[in-house]
């Protein structure tokens, strides 16, 4: 029976072929319209390690100016000094613990007619690569006693690799970064993150890092450090004064397994505060905070109000588009009344052309859907082209949207058509009849 | 108009169908006038000057490896043979670019002290070429002199004692009277004094979606410095070229360093703005399309209601109404439908500005687009209706006459 309705419903669209492609197009529009936004906002704001994301922990400590609060008092500094950074990876406290910080630095190429390599990296302690899951496709991440010893190690990206060493299994060898001799101990397989969650303080959509060193080589000047810096006390001249400055600059993730963890931390780090304070450093009121990954992000408005906007937007159009598909619809089905009329004096019930005229609803949302993932696509492709690197990767469309696509094309299509079916079904068989 | 009645009368029969089609009419308009405010919105801040030449500049980046690197000697060797260069004007060294998006910021406040409110300020440091190789306007005061420029250590926090600050910035510090900054004492970093000697008209900061991006100083300072710009104003129309001779001559006077991110301002704009391009052109997109949109619902119906009316028309004909008052049926009833939908549309527009307003930060919506819109509105509806309404006019009387 099933397939019938389908049958006689392509039947109907073919016969009002002008009238259908009208409403097929304008489904597929509002559809195409909206997955792409909803794409966007969708891989914005996707959770970047769902398996783990409640266990890595931003952490965050109030160091900041007595007169002048940081974000006016509403959260904790965004980064964190280098005296705390290092005093909260000396204590330990945590299952895993990760400082880092923006480095960069030139490669020097073995064959010196070669150019030169300008590279962005990071600075970060063994633990990253664990804590955030990082993939490998040669070697393995440095040891602890690397970032003790500031040895002069280095883990590649898949990228650099290909350009350096053509892609060949390069741990072992030296090459001359910044003018010292570097071994390289991994490289990583494709790692881009996004947004790139561990350190969004420079763009959560920024390219991937081109390597990764000890971070404890920032402060032997080893690596030259990047980024974002604030400060609000003043400072003598000269590096040493800076690393025992007031100035935030680096990140600091923890790894913490279950609840009991993360009150045990943060009863450590309110004690830390606390004793800072005896030092004159602290002013302000204990304000330390522990957020996961997805709080984070929410905090942090990594979806831009752009793509929220025009997501708000896309969403009234597909109800413009849906309230023509109820215009057309009704106007079609209203057309016909004479053979509604005569189905139903044949003992056709109610119900039975209710389900048919729903079906052909349907199937025009189908179709739409169809469409719309097309011009989604085409859409996307767009939005790629238009924002540049800032949208690279982020416009792509995966299964469950997909999916997502044709359940909205197909439920708000059929929720357009109840009404006008229900319309049509109402005729009374007599009259149509009589006029015939 | 007696129709005017007859039509509401015979549109209340069908009622779903016409509220329909004004709902449309008024979710086009809420969209579509917002929309074109947010565009406006974003062309008036991609139109503010930046206030550089900006047609004949370009900057590079200039990154050092080398170990042992003469630093203040390269940089004046390499100014030097730069302003000496055929087609370059003038050159400097700057730490930031306006529109760059990365830069240095500080506070300048009218008094020292920890506590004093203070103004936030991009800050660039330049020689006493700046002026001139930015194209920026010195419209008070005077510009640095040879014996002002200081070298600065990639770790100092000293400052030097003279500035000069732009006609927003003086504006900010002395609400009163922005001529009256020139000489005035004004302190960074808390409590170092610095002697504002000069006022330019304009130089926008790097981040233009900053508060204060109109808001900036230059201060005569040199960075000594592995990775610095070089900003250069060529004569003009030799832009281009003088871009690849600089990039040549650069690399390979000296083989200890790498010239990178050799770019012009113009495009520097561009990059600084592709987002606001963007969606700018997205919201075009909407807008368009969404007219298309109701427009076409519009037609649809409109075809289906005179079809299921032909032998109505025809009967009307018969009895001597002309082509015209057919046409004319039709017209006025989209008129009335319209009427209903603006009315709904403009009090949406205004509900979806004021959410926008308060989720967004953007600024209300003038009465003007709201009018503009609406006129613009009942145009399309006439046009999107003309062509059936013609169709219609075109029923030939004898149809009155046939059965079904």
Redesign the interface.
Same mark, same amino acid.
């Given at each position: 029976m099933f397939s019938y309705y389908i049958k006689i419903a392509l039947i109907s669209i073919k016969r009002n072929w002008g009238?259908s492609s009208?409403m097929i197009? !304008?489904i597929a529009?509002g559809i195409g !319209?909206t997955m792409t936004t909803v794409t966007v906002n969708y891989l914005m704001s996707a959770d970047p390690i769902p398996h783990k994301s409640d266990q890595l922990y931003y952490v965050r400590l109030d160091s900041w100016d007595p007169?002048?609060p940081y974000n006016e008092g509403i959260s904790p500094p965004a980064q964190m000094t280098y005296i705390d950074a290092t005093n909260l990876l000396k204590a330990k406290k945590a299952y895993r613990q990760n400082l880092s910080s923006q480095a960069f *630095?030139?490669i020097?190429p073995p064959n010196?007619d070669d150019?030169?390599l300008?590279v962005f990296g990071r600075a970060n302690s063994s633990d990253f690569f664990a804590m955030f899951d990082v993939p490998f496709l040669f070697g393995s991440p440095w040891d602890e006693n690397s970032d003790l010893s500031k040895e002069q190690v280095i883990v590649l990206s898949k990228q650099t690799n290909d350009r350096l060493f053509g892609g060949e299994n390069s741990v072992g060898k030296t090459l001359r970064f910044?003018?010292k001799v570097f071994k390289v101990v991994g490289v990583l397989d494709h790692y881009d993150p996004k947004p790139r969650y561990f350190d969004i303080s420079t763009g959560a959509f920024d390219d991937p890092a081109d390597f990764y060193v000890p971070f404890s080589l920032i402060a032997e000047q080893a690596v030259?450090r990047s980024g974002n810096t604030n400060c609000w006390k003043?400072? *003598? /001249?000269?590096?040493e !004064?800076?690393l025992a400055s007031e100035c935030i600059w680096i990140a600091f993730w923890v790894e913490l397994q279950n609840q009991d963890q993360v009150e045990a931390y943060q009863t450590f780090l309110d004690a830390y505060a606390n004793e800072q304070k005896n030092f004159g450093r602290f002013p302000r009121p204990i304000d330390n905070r522990l957020t996961n990954v997805t709080d984070y992000m929410e905090e942090r408005e990594v979806v !831009? /109000? /752009?793509a929220?906007?025009?997501m708000a937007?896309?969403f009234?159009?597909l109800?413009?588009?849906l309230?023509?598909t109820?215009?057309?619809l009704?106007?079609?089905f209203? *057309?016909k009344a004479p053979e509604i009329g005569l189905r139903q004096a044949l003992g056709a019930s109610r119900s039975t052309l209710f389900l048919q005229y729903i079906i052909e609803s349907g199937c025009i949302g189908l179709a739409g859907g169809l469409l719309g993932l097309l011009f989604a696509y085409l859409g996307l492709q767009s939005?790629e082209t238009?924002?540049?690197s800032?949208m690279q990767g982020l416009a792509t469309l995966d299964f469950n949207m997909v999916v997502f696509a044709m359940v909205l094309a197909l439920v708000s299509t059929v929720i357009a058509g109840i009404?006008p079916t229900w319309?049509a079904c109402r005729i009374q068989p007599a009259r149509q009849l009589k006029?015939? | 108009m007696l129709e005017i009645g007859l039509i509401f009368r015979a549109l209340m029969r069908n009622k779903?169908?016409a509220l329909? &089609?004004a #709902?449309?009419i008024a #979710?086009?308009l809420?969209?579509m006038v $917002?929309?074109i405010f947010?565009i406006q919105d974003r062309n008036v801040q991609m139109s503010r000057p930046s206030g550089l030449d900006e047609s004949n500049t370009f900057y590079l980046t200039n990154?050092v490896?080398?170990?042992n690197y003469n630093l203040q000697a390269a940089l004046q060797t390499d100014l030097q043979k730069l302003r000496n260069m055929d087609g370059i004007d003038n050159a400097i060294q700057i730490n930031a670019v306006p529109l760059s998006d990365g830069g240095w910021s500080m506070g300048l406040a009218r008094e020292p002290g920890? +506590?004093k409110n203070s103004v936030g300020t991009a800050i660039y440091m330049v020689d006493e070429h700046g002026i001139d190789t930015l194209g920026v306007n010195l419209i008070a005061g005077q510009n640095f002199t040879q014996q002002d420029i200081a070298w600065r250590?990639a770790?100092? =926090?000293?400052w030097p004692p003279k500035a000069i600050v732009t006609k927003a910035l003086a504006t900010s510090l002395f609400p009163d009277d922005w001529q009256s900054a020139v000489g005035k004492t004004v302190f960074i970093?808390? +409590?170092q004094p610095m002697q504002i000697i000069g006022i330019v008209e304009q130089l926008q900061a790097p981040w233009n979606g900053w508060s204060g991006v109109e808001r900036s100083t230059l201060v005569p300072s040199q960075l000594e410095s592995?990775?610095a710009k070089y900003f250069i104003r060529t004569e003009a129309g030799r832009r281009d070229e003088m871009m690849a001779a600089v990039e040549k001559f650069l690399s390979e006077s000296d083989?200890q360093r &790498?010239i990178?991110q050799v770019m012009t301002v113009e495009d520097t704009r561009k990059?600084s703005y592709?987002?606001h &391009?963007?969606?700018n052109? &997205? #919201?075009t997109t909407?807008i368009i399309? #969404?007219t298309m949109?109701?427009a076409?619902?519009i037609v649809?119906?409109a075809i289906?209601?005179i $079809?299921?009316r032909t032998k109505q028309i025809g009967t009307r004909r018969a009895l001597g109404a002309t082509q015209w008052q057919i046409m004319r049926y039709f017209m006025v009833e989209n008129f009335m439908i319209s009427a209903v939908g603006v009315t709904i549309g403009a009090i949406g527009a205004i509900a979806?500005n004021y959410w926008?307003v308060n989720?967004?930060q953007i600024d209300p919506i003038s009465i003007d687009l709201i009018i503009y819109g609406v006129i613009a509105l009942f145009i399309v509806g006439q046009l999107a209706v003309f062509y059936p309404a013609k169709r219609a006019s075109l029923i030939s009387p004898a149809t009155a006459t046939r059965t =079904?």
């Amino acid at each position: 029976m099933f397939s019938y309705y389908i049958k006689i419903a392509l039947i109907s669209i073919k016969r009002n072929w002008g009238l259908s492609s009208l409403m097929i197009l !304008a489904i597929a529009l509002g559809i195409g !319209a909206t997955m792409t936004t909803v794409t966007v906002n969708y891989l914005m704001s996707a959770d970047p390690i769902p398996h783990k994301s409640d266990q890595l922990y931003y952490v965050r400590l109030d160091s900041w100016d007595p007169n002048n609060p940081y974000n006016e008092g509403i959260s904790p500094p965004a980064q964190m000094t280098y005296i705390d950074a290092t005093n909260l990876l000396k204590a330990k406290k945590a299952y895993r613990q990760n400082l880092s910080s923006q480095a960069f *630095g030139v490669i020097e190429p073995p064959n010196p007619d070669d150019l030169p390599l300008f590279v962005f990296g990071r600075a970060n302690s063994s633990d990253f690569f664990a804590m955030f899951d990082v993939p490998f496709l040669f070697g393995s991440p440095w040891d602890e006693n690397s970032d003790l010893s500031k040895e002069q190690v280095i883990v590649l990206s898949k990228q650099t690799n290909d350009r350096l060493f053509g892609g060949e299994n390069s741990v072992g060898k030296t090459l001359r970064f910044e003018s010292k001799v570097f071994k390289v101990v991994g490289v990583l397989d494709h790692y881009d993150p996004k947004p790139r969650y561990f350190d969004i303080s420079t763009g959560a959509f920024d390219d991937p890092a081109d390597f990764y060193v000890p971070f404890s080589l920032i402060a032997e000047q080893a690596v030259r450090r990047s980024g974002n810096t604030n400060c609000w006390k003043t400072f *003598g /001249d000269g590096f040493e !004064a800076f690393l025992a400055s007031e100035c935030i600059w680096i990140a600091f993730w923890v790894e913490l397994q279950n609840q009991d963890q993360v009150e045990a931390y943060q009863t450590f780090l309110d004690a830390y505060a606390n004793e800072q304070k005896n030092f004159g450093r602290f002013p302000r009121p204990i304000d330390n905070r522990l957020t996961n990954v997805t709080d984070y992000m929410e905090e942090r408005e990594v979806v !831009a /109000d /752009d793509a929220r906007m025009m997501m708000a937007m896309s969403f009234m159009f597909l109800v413009v588009c849906l309230l023509n598909t109820v215009g057309l619809l009704l106007a079609k089905f209203i *057309g016909k009344a004479p053979e509604i009329g005569l189905r139903q004096a044949l003992g056709a019930s109610r119900s039975t052309l209710f389900l048919q005229y729903i079906i052909e609803s349907g199937c025009i949302g189908l179709a739409g859907g169809l469409l719309g993932l097309l011009f989604a696509y085409l859409g996307l492709q767009s939005v790629e082209t238009l924002y540049g690197s800032y949208m690279q990767g982020l416009a792509t469309l995966d299964f469950n949207m997909v999916v997502f696509a044709m359940v909205l094309a197909l439920v708000s299509t059929v929720i357009a058509g109840i009404y006008p079916t229900w319309r049509a079904c109402r005729i009374q068989p007599a009259r149509q009849l009589k006029c015939q | 108009m007696l129709e005017i009645g007859l039509i509401f009368r015979a549109l209340m029969r069908n009622k779903i169908g016409a509220l329909l &089609i004004a #709902l449309q009419i008024a #979710l086009t308009l809420a969209i579509m006038v $917002n929309a074109i405010f947010m565009i406006q919105d974003r062309n008036v801040q991609m139109s503010r000057p930046s206030g550089l030449d900006e047609s004949n500049t370009f900057y590079l980046t200039n990154t050092v490896f080398g170990e042992n690197y003469n630093l203040q000697a390269a940089l004046q060797t390499d100014l030097q043979k730069l302003r000496n260069m055929d087609g370059i004007d003038n050159a400097i060294q700057i730490n930031a670019v306006p529109l760059s998006d990365g830069g240095w910021s500080m506070g300048l406040a009218r008094e020292p002290g920890e +506590d004093k409110n203070s103004v936030g300020t991009a800050i660039y440091m330049v020689d006493e070429h700046g002026i001139d190789t930015l194209g920026v306007n010195l419209i008070a005061g005077q510009n640095f002199t040879q014996q002002d420029i200081a070298w600065r250590g990639a770790q100092d =926090t000293k400052w030097p004692p003279k500035a000069i600050v732009t006609k927003a910035l003086a504006t900010s510090l002395f609400p009163d009277d922005w001529q009256s900054a020139v000489g005035k004492t004004v302190f960074i970093s808390k +409590d170092q004094p610095m002697q504002i000697i000069g006022i330019v008209e304009q130089l926008q900061a790097p981040w233009n979606g900053w508060s204060g991006v109109e808001r900036s100083t230059l201060v005569p300072s040199q960075l000594e410095s592995k990775s610095a710009k070089y900003f250069i104003r060529t004569e003009a129309g030799r832009r281009d070229e003088m871009m690849a001779a600089v990039e040549k001559f650069l690399s390979e006077s000296d083989k200890q360093r &790498i010239i990178r991110q050799v770019m012009t301002v113009e495009d520097t704009r561009k990059q600084s703005y592709q987002q606001h &391009i963007a969606t700018n052109k &997205i #919201l075009t997109t909407v807008i368009i399309t #969404l007219t298309m949109i109701t427009a076409f619902g519009i037609v649809g119906l409109a075809i289906f209601s005179i $079809n299921r009316r032909t032998k109505q028309i025809g009967t009307r004909r018969a009895l001597g109404a002309t082509q015209w008052q057919i046409m004319r049926y039709f017209m006025v009833e989209n008129f009335m439908i319209s009427a209903v939908g603006v009315t709904i549309g403009a009090i949406g527009a205004i509900a979806l500005n004021y959410w926008l307003v308060n989720t967004f930060q953007i600024d209300p919506i003038s009465i003007d687009l709201i009018i503009y819109g609406v006129i613009a509105l009942f145009i399309v509806g006439q046009l999107a209706v003309f062509y059936p309404a013609k169709r219609a006019s075109l029923i030939s009387p004898a149809t009155a006459t046939r059965t =079904t």
